[in-house]
């Protein structure tokens, strides 16, 4: 059965306390890893995609990175703008399979 | 750039009634997916449109159904409401069928009581 699982389920960093989300999978057919931000009331916000393990991107403070079984998102020096949920979801047929995401809290 | 609306933003219903959720994707994005956000299950995949046709549909009763129209706009119904229908309602767009760097609207909450 496909699955997604992230941990921690929450995480609270004091700003600039650098850490990394993790992200474990098993989807048949795997089309993609993908990781989202969802701030409250708002629709997931599309971050990046990995397609094949060792792959690496980056966005500002964020770098997503990309094993055979695992995803990583790892924070670097992050300011409490950064606070939200991160969701991460493997790319199936046809649909996306998300995990519960991680809530990060940001404090100054 | 107009995002993806959602109409409305909030409804509350009574059990055994029936709700239509409206859609508008990004201009130019033909394809539309909706999904379901609840605290317990987190995002569910309900069903996915694509030039009129549904190509897909997640693992939900035969209550929740959805079009997709010639403008690529899309409406999801959910008839004999229950209350575990309660949840935020997500629908994302993208250019082609597939392609799940999705773009997601605000999503529409829905309250059964």
């Known amino acids: 059965e496909d699955q997604v699982t992230q941990s921690p389920e929450a995480l609270r960093l004091q700003e600039g306390e650098s850490s990394s989300l993790n992200c474990s999978y098993t989807?048949?057919?795997?089309?993609?890893l993908f990781w989202y931000r969802q701030d409250p009331g708002k629709g997931p916000e599309f971050l990046f995609t990995?397609?094949?393990a060792g792959e690496e991107k980056e966005k500002e403070r964020l770098k997503a990175t990309l094993t055979k079984k695992e995803s990583f998102l790892h924070i670097t020096a992050p300011k409490p703008e950064d606070s939200a949920t991160y969701l991460c979801?493997?790319?199936?047929?046809?649909?996306?399979?998300f995990g519960a995401g991680t809530r990060l809290a940001v404090h100054p | 750039k107009a995002g993806v609306t959602q109409t409305p933003r909030y409804l509350i219903k009574t059990r055994g009634q029936q709700v239509t959720l409206s859609c508008s994707p990004i201009s130019g994005h033909r394809s539309v997916s909706w999904y379901q956000q609840t605290p317990g299950q987190g995002l569910q995949f309900l069903f996915e449109y694509f030039s009129e046709t549904q190509r897909n549909k997640g693992n939900f009763p035969g209550r929740f159904s959805g079009r997709q129209f010639s403008n690529s706009r899309s409406e999801m119904n959910v008839s004999t409401l229950e209350l575990g229908d309660s949840a935020l309602y997500l629908c994302?767009?993208?250019?082609?069928?597939?392609?799940?760097?999705?773009?997601f609207g605000s999503g529409t909450r829905l309250t059964v009581v």
């Open positions: 979801a493997g790319g199936g047929y046809n649909k996306l399979i």
């Open positions: 990995l397609y094949s």
């Open positions: 989807v048949s057919g795997l089309r993609g």
């Open positions: 994302a767009s993208s250019l082609v069928a597939g392609d799940h760097g999705y773009t």
